[in-house]
C-alpha cells in the first residue's frame, strides 16, 4: 500500500490540508476557510476532522505544519501569530499527535514553502535555493541540498528584519527600518494610503504605476531599491544558486521584474552581477501544503514531535 504524507497550511484566512507524495506530488486537497476569529480551540477541531476523514483514505505516515510566526519549531508550539488572535502558546503537535497518532511537525509557512519550490517548484534540480515570501510581510528560507537550514534558535531565514534604512519607519516587532517595514504588501499598501490617496490593497499601487501614475512609480522605485538591498545582503551572505520570490507582491511580476533585477545590481560585487538567477516561485498557493508535508522529511526532533 502506498505511503503518503499530509500537509497542513495554516493562515489567518485559509487553512489548507492536502495528501502529499513523498516527491512532493500532490493528490488531495482541502481547503476551507480558517475562522481564526473563533479561535484556536475550534479552528483545531476542523483541523483534526478534515485531517480524520484523509487518514480514513489513505496510508498517511506523518503530518506536517506550515504556519504563521512566531512559532518554536523544536517544542512544536505556536506562540503569538499576529494573524491568529488568541494562539498563546498554543502546543499544536502535541494536540494533533495526541488526537491523530501520527508523527507531527510544525515549521515556519515561509520555510514550508521553501521547502516545495526547492523541490518541485522554480528551485528544482539548483543545490542551494533561497525563497523569500514578499506579501503581508516578509518572509524566508533556505535548503541547501535538499536539507532546510534552520539556525541554531530556529530563526535562519529571518529577513524581514533586517536593518535595510537605519532612518526607516518603527515597527510594533521588528527593527527600525526592517527590510519588511519598508518592501513588504503592507508598507506598499501605507505609502499609497500617504501618498496617493489610495484606499485598495497594495496591486493598487502596482496599477497605477503601471498606468504612468508618478506617485505610484516612485512608490514602487523607493520599495524596489530597499528590496534589492535585502536581496543583494543575501547573495552576498549565502550566495545561493537561485532566489525564488514568492508572496502577494509578486503578482505584479511582469512589472516588478526586470526593474527589480536593474536595482539588485546596483548593489552587488561586479563579478556578480547579471550572474544572480532570481525567479518568481512557480507553485503559488499550493507550495504552502505542500511544502508542509515535506518538513515531515527534514529530521525534527523535541517534546511534542513523534
Same mark, same amino acid.
Request: aromatic share 4%.
Given at each position: 500500500?502506498?505511503?503518503?504524507?499530509?500537509?497542513?497550511?495554516?493562515?489567518?484566512?485559509?487553512?489548507?490540508?492536502?495528501?502529499?507524495?513523498?516527491?512532493?506530488?500532490?493528490?488531495?486537497?482541502?481547503?476551507?476557510?480558517?475562522?481564526?476569529?473563533?479561535?484556536?480551540?475550534?479552528?483545531?477541531?476542523?483541523?483534526?476532522?478534515?485531517?480524520?476523514?484523509?487518514?480514513?483514505?489513505?496510508?498517511?505516515?506523518?503530518?506536517?505544519?506550515?504556519?504563521?510566526?512566531?512559532?518554536?519549531?523544536?517544542?512544536?508550539?505556536?506562540?503569538?501569530?499576529?494573524?491568529?488572535?488568541?494562539?498563546?502558546?498554543?502546543?499544536?503537535?502535541?494536540?494533533?499527535?495526541?488526537?491523530?497518532?501520527?508523527?507531527?511537525?510544525?515549521?515556519?509557512?515561509?520555510?514550508?514553502?521553501?521547502?516545495?519550490?526547492?523541490?518541485?517548484?522554480?528551485?528544482?534540480?539548483?543545490?542551494? #535555493?533561497?525563497?523569500?515570501?514578499? $506579501?503581508? =510581510?516578509?518572509?524566508? !528560507?533556505? +535548503?541547501?541540498?535538499?536539507? *532546510?537550514? %534552520?539556525?541554531?534558535?530556529?530563526?535562519?531565514?529571518?529577513?524581514?528584519?533586517?536593518?535595510?534604512?537605519?532612518?526607516?519607519?518603527?515597527?510594533?516587532?521588528?527593527?527600525?527600518?526592517?527590510?519588511?517595514?519598508?518592501?513588504?504588501?503592507?508598507?506598499?499598501?501605507?505609502?499609497?494610503?500617504?501618498?496617493?490617496?489610495?484606499?485598495?490593497?497594495?496591486?493598487?499601487?502596482?496599477?497605477?504605476?503601471?498606468?504612468?501614475?508618478?506617485?505610484?512609480?516612485?512608490?514602487?522605485?523607493?520599495?524596489?531599491?530597499?528590496?534589492?538591498?535585502?536581496?543583494?545582503?543575501?547573495?552576498?551572505?549565502?550566495?545561493?544558486?537561485?532566489?525564488?520570490?514568492?508572496?502577494?507582491?509578486?503578482?505584479?511580476?511582469?512589472?516588478?521584474?526586470?526593474?527589480?533585477?536593474?536595482?539588485?545590481?546596483?548593489?552587488?560585487?561586479?563579478?556578480?552581477?547579471?550572474? #544572480?538567477?532570481?525567479?518568481?516561485? $512557480?507553485? =503559488?498557493?499550493?507550495? !504552502?501544503? +505542500?511544502?508542509?508535508?515535506? *518538513?515531515? %522529511?527534514?529530521?525534527?526532533?523535541?517534546?511534542?514531535?513523534?
Amino acid at each position: 500500500m502506498d505511503k503518503y504524507l499530509l500537509g497542513i497550511d495554516l493562515g489567518g484566512t485559509n487553512l489548507r490540508m492536502a495528501v502529499v507524495t513523498s516527491e512532493g506530488n500532490l493528490i488531495e486537497e482541502v481547503k476551507v476557510k480558517t475562522e481564526s476569529d473563533k479561535g484556536p480551540k475550534h479552528v483545531i477541531h476542523n483541523m483534526i476532522t478534515i485531517c480524520e476523514g484523509l487518514l480514513q483514505k489513505r496510508n498517511i505516515e506523518a503530518i506536517g505544519i506550515g504556519a504563521p510566526g512566531p512559532l518554536d519549531s523544536k517544542q512544536g508550539i505556536i506562540l503569538n501569530p499576529p494573524n491568529l488572535p488568541g494562539w498563546d502558546e498554543v502546543p499544536l503537535t502535541l494536540i494533533l499527535k495526541e488526537a491523530l497518532g501520527k508523527k507531527v511537525v510544525l515549521d515556519n509557512d515561509a520555510n514550508a514553502a521553501a521547502l516545495a519550490e526547492a523541490a518541485i517548484g522554480a528551485g528544482k534540480g539548483k543545490e542551494s #535555493v533561497f525563497y523569500m515570501t514578499i $506579501s503581508t =510581510g516578509i518572509g524566508g !528560507g533556505y +535548503i541547501y541540498r535538499n536539507q *532546510l537550514i %534552520q539556525g541554531a534558535n530556529f530563526c535562519a531565514g529571518e529577513v524581514g528584519n533586517m536593518v535595510v534604512n537605519p532612518d526607516g519607519p518603527p515597527h510594533p516587532i521588528l527593527n527600525v527600518g526592517s527590510l519588511e517595514s519598508l518592501a513588504s504588501g503592507t508598507a506598499v499598501h501605507r505609502l499609497g494610503k500617504e501618498k496617493v490617496g489610495m484606499a485598495g490593497d497594495a496591486g493598487e499601487v502596482f496599477t497605477l504605476a503601471m498606468n504612468g501614475q508618478q506617485e505610484a512609480e516612485e512608490i514602487v522605485d523607493t520599495v524596489l531599491t530597499y528590496l534589492a538591498k535585502g536581496i543583494s545582503n543575501i547573495v552576498h551572505t549565502i550566495d545561493p544558486h537561485i532566489i525564488v520570490l514568492g508572496g502577494g507582491v509578486m503578482q505584479s511580476k511582469e512589472y516588478i521584474m526586470p526593474l527589480l533585477l536593474e536595482k539588485v545590481n546596483d548593489y552587488l560585487y561586479p563579478q556578480l552581477r547579471n550572474k #544572480v538567477q532570481i525567479e518568481c516561485a $512557480s507553485l =503559488g498557493t499550493k507550495a !504552502g501544503v +505542500i511544502g508542509a508535508a515535506l *518538513l515531515t %522529511q527534514q529530521g525534527y526532533s523535541g517534546k511534542g514531535r513523534g
